[in-house]
């Protein structure tokens, strides 16, 4: 008679057949409540930490929404200030790089005068 393998061992199995560490295996983790093979607590505690940092997000973002409205309220320009703390996140070598592209397409499509030149252009280099 051969023994049935529970979830917890097939789990294990697996992972051992595939060079996957145990640690990574959710069911093969003790000391946890098991349903099929899932430790419930931890799951719920997984579930439950996600729903309160969403909860923190909403509420980041109504707060961020409100400090925009104020600066549009009194004048300012939201879009410039968008593109002000865009520009800020960015390392000084990536923004340089950045407006170089961009400098370089406005030129291409006329938006922005050429640079003149300072000697007559018949003359050799």
Same mark, same amino acid.
């Given at each position: ?58 509420? +980041?973002?109504?707060? +961020? ?61």
């Amino acid at each position: 008679m051969s023994k049935k393998e529970t979830d917890v061992e097939k789990f294990e199995r697996i992972a051992d057949e595939n060079g996957i560490p145990r640690k990574y295996i959710p069911a093969a983790k003790k000391g946890h409540n098991r349903v099929g093979g899932v430790a419930v607590d931890w799951l719920k505690s997984i579930i439950s930490r996600v729903e309160r940092l969403e909860q923190e997000k909403a509420e +980041i973002t109504a707060d +961020i929404r409100d400090v925009f409205a104020e600066a549009k309220g009194n004048g300012f320009d939201v879009k410039a200030i968008r593109q002000i703390i865009k520009l800020r996140k960015q390392d000084a070598q990536e923004r340089e790089e950045e407006e170089t592209v961009l400098d370089t397409y406005l030129r291409a499509l006329g938006m922005i005068p050429q640079l003149e030149l300072d000697f007559d252009e018949s003359e050799e280099l």
